[in-house]
């Protein structure tokens, strides 16, 4: 994958951890002689995933990588790859958080991941009062029997007869 930065990109079809970009901190850090500690906090507002026997779940979750791990993840890829996450079944947000550190320690090379719940205001709130009707709700419950054959995008828009580029395009 190619740096997604400033280009137009769509939802991944399917579950995508290839899409994961990873940035070199060394480039960053050219001319600077100090040491680097701390912490990237990544905080992903909407992971929606959906269970095996296709009930859907939005968390919210912290993203922890050591500031000292030879590469950080590009923000645009690391929001694609969760979005990715509908088109893949869990056993739980256990599981969920397993495969998120699993792909990103590989990507970061970093020693120290972790992951936590973080409870923020959510998209898919703002989204839902966007289509009322319960047409986000429905939208959801269709796309977890259909197993993902359809995209959801493209059952959100015929249910609400609205264009939503602006939600789904990044």
């Known amino acids: 994958m190619t ?6 990109i769509s939802s991944p079809n399917k579950f995508s951890p290839n899409i994961l970009f990873p940035i070199l901190r060394a ?8 040491e680097f500690k701390g ?3 990544w905080n992903l507002h909407e992971v929606i995933w959906i269970n095996k026997m ?11 990588i050591d500031a000292s791990s030879p590469y950080t993840v590009e923000s645009k890829s690391l929001k694609l790859f969760v979005n990715s996450f509908i088109h893949k079944r869990f056993n739980s947000i256990s599981e969920v958080k397993k495969i998120l550190r699993k792909y990103l320690e590989k990507l970061t090379k ?3 991941l ?3 719940p973080y409870h923020v205001g959510s998209g898919l709130f703002y989204l839902d ?3 009322g009707n319960k047409i986000l709700e429905e939208s959801l419950r269709e796309f977890a029997s259909s197993n993902g054959k359809e995209p959801f995008k493209t059952i959100l ?14």
């Open 129 to 131: 009062q966007y289509l």
């Open 39 to 41: 912490k990237d906090i």
């Open 110 to 112: 970093s020693n120290e």
């Open 54 to 64: 296709g009930k859907v779940f939005q968390n919210e979750l912290s993203v922890v």
């Open 157 to 170: 828009e015929n249910k609400s007869n609205k264009n939503l580029n602006w939600f789904f395009d990044y």
């Open 27 to 34: 480039d960053q850090r050219q001319g600077i002689t100090h």
């Open 114 to 116: 972790y992951t936590s």
């Open 3 to 8: 740096n997604p930065l400033g280009k137009k």
